[in-house]
């Protein structure tokens, strides 16, 4: 039951946290990790994550640290608002593989909705190094400012 189980400390979203995977950090700090989407539904797909938290899905995770991440995920909600000017933005989060979660390390979405555009398919489609270290110095940038 992909709901239920033990977590497993090789996901890709832990060796991340531990530094054995490159991402493209946009925020981090002691608790939590903010990186982009290498295979983004829209321009602008930002994971937000847990780093203290062995959490699988909403299930697990205490709410203090689940407090943080939220803090994190409206701090760059409106990042990628001012920024990249979606229509709209989205924030999601999939607990067990029938509700479409793929990473069992729990994580929010921020996906930015830009009129007209559909996504694109749900871990598909690896975007350009590229464009996402572009995306990336535009994103810090207005961080900074
Ligand atoms: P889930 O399906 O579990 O809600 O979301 C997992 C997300 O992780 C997907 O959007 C997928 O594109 C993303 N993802 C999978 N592998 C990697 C990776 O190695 N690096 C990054 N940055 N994102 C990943």
């Not at 990249?84 to 924030?91: I, R, S």
């Not at 989060?93 to 979660?101: D, K, R, T, V």
Request: glycine letters at 6%; aromatic letters at 6%; hydrophobic letters at 45%.
């Amino acid at each position: 039951m992909s709901l239920h189980g033990d977590y497993d400390s090789q996901n890709i979203f832990a060796k991340i946290i531990r530094g054995e995977v490159p991402c493209y950090t946009l925020y981090e700090d002691d608790d939590v990790l903010a990186f982009l989407d290498v295979f983004p539904q829209s321009y602008g797909h930002t994971l937000v994550i847990p780093k203290q938290a062995a959490a699988r899905t909403i299930l697990d995770i205490d709410a203090a640290s689940l407090s943080k991440v939220m803090a994190v995920v409206q701090k760059l909600a409106g990042v990628l608002v001012a920024e990249l000017a979606p229509a709209g933005v989205q924030v999601m989060q999939f607990n067990g593989a029938p509700a479409g979660q793929t990473v069992f390390h729990i994580h929010m979405h921020i996906v930015p909705r830009y009129e007209g555009d559909a996504l694109n398919t749900h871990g598909a489609g690896q975007a350009e190094p590229q464009q996402l270290e572009a995306l990336q110095a535009r994103l810090l940038k207005r961080i900074a400012s």
